[in-house]
């Protein structure tokens, strides 16, 4: 109510005439520091000062009445004023920031934590509803209860994809007409901690070509392993677990495989099988096959030296992208094996990207190619060996792959 406005009015009646019949009205006590007043002739009461339903919502007066008479006679009556809620109140949040820290993998619906707002008035201008209206990154990995401010996982919580989400929390009353609707905002950072819940990925090629008179102690390659975990959980060390380790020895840290030996001339391919494990708690390991292929001459011949083709982006992995042939000058008799030795873009190593055939010489995807986030060209380096051969005999073919021109994702 605005100040100076009516609030009731109180009548008494004096069956007497006269002056004695002349009435006068007043507020005889606990007027509460004068937040009403009283037409003494009329007995209407106006509000004199401000109210505020959540510092006081009931007032209790006391109206007299009083005759002109000699002696004068009164009366008097108790008024009880009410104070309706006006939704004058916003929701309001506890001051300062909030974080949580949580584990990546939580169950879906999982509980991360408890929003809460007050709201002063009553009734609905004082019942909160909550919301998230902003998630940061998108994808709707957190809901929120309405009712209660429960936050949940509403999807997979993978820190590798993102170790920090942002929300912003609403709390609105439920006021009506929903026009005068009060609304408060809170940010919510929630931090997520790494679980060891990735394998090692090897991203170096699974086969190399070397020459039979490299020096002992030369390094051969580095294997190398990708782990996306955090800390110890993706820190990789090497082991060389299956092959000639009087030839070869391997740098459990480094991935380094150097020459131990002198490598027979003879011999075709060394066959190695390679491990990477994480240090994580619950360690992790993988395994991979390692094929060197000794150097030789007069090997198989291509159908021809270079291969060009065009690469859709977006194909899922096992998409077949192109046939390499190659025959061996000894006849069709002779088999040949394929190997795909160096995978490039932009001048640097691009990882396992791509599968070849051994027998068939079909190369394949290996990953989703997207040109936006990697490369338009790949260039392959490609060798064909005669694998019943007795000395080596290889020969190598490059085939580029070029986006085709104007996909839109």
Sequence with gaps: MRIGELVASITATDSDSG?????????????????????????SIFLVKKLDYETQSLYKLNVTAKDNGRP????????????????????????????????????LSTSVMTITAHDTDADINGELEYSIVQQTPRGAHFSIDPSSGVIYTNK???????????????????????????????????????????????????????????????????????????????????????????????????????????LVPSKLIYSLTVSATDHGTDRKTSRTELTILLQGTDGPVFSQPKYITNLKEGQPPGTNVISLDASSPRGTGTKVEFFIVSVR???????????????????????????????????????????????????????????????SD
């Design 19 to 43: 002056s004695n019949a002349e009435i006068t009205y007043s507020i005889s006590a606990t007027n509460n520091h004068g937040t009403f007043s009283i037409s003494p002739n009329t007995g």
């Design 72 to 107: 004068s006679k009164s009366s008097s009556i108790p008024v009880l004023i009410h104070v309706r809620d006006f939704n004058d109140n916003p929701p309001v949040f506890t001051p300062g920031d909030i974080f949580k820290s949580i584990p990546e993998n939580l169950p």
């Design 156 to 262: 997979n919580i993978d820190r590798e994809f993102s170790n920090l989400f942002e929300l912003t929390i609403k709390a609105t009353d439920q006021a009506v007409p929903s026009e005068f609707r009060r609304f408060a905002l809170k940010n919510v950072t929630i931090w997520v901690t790494d679980q060891n819940d990735n394998i090692p990925m090897f991203i170096s090629q699974n086969a190399l070509v070397a020459e039979s008179n490299i020096v002992i102690g030369s390094i051969l390659t580095t294997v190398i392993a990708f782990d996306p975990d955090e800390g110890a959980n993706g820190e990789v060390e090497y082991e060389l677990v299956r092959g000639d380790s009087d030839t070869f020895i391997m740098d459990r840290y480094s991935g380094d495989i150097r020459l131990a030996s002198q």
């Design 345 to 407: 873009s932009g001048g640097k190593a691009a990882g396992r990207l791509f599968t070849i055939g051994r027998h068939t010489g079909m190369i394949q995807t290996a990953a989703e190619l997207d040109r936006e986030q990697g490369s338009d060209l790949y260039l392959l380096d490609v060798y064909a060996i005669e694998s019943d051969a007795s000395q080596p005999r290889t020969q190598h073919a490059e085939v580029s792959f070029c986006f085709f021109v104007g996909v």
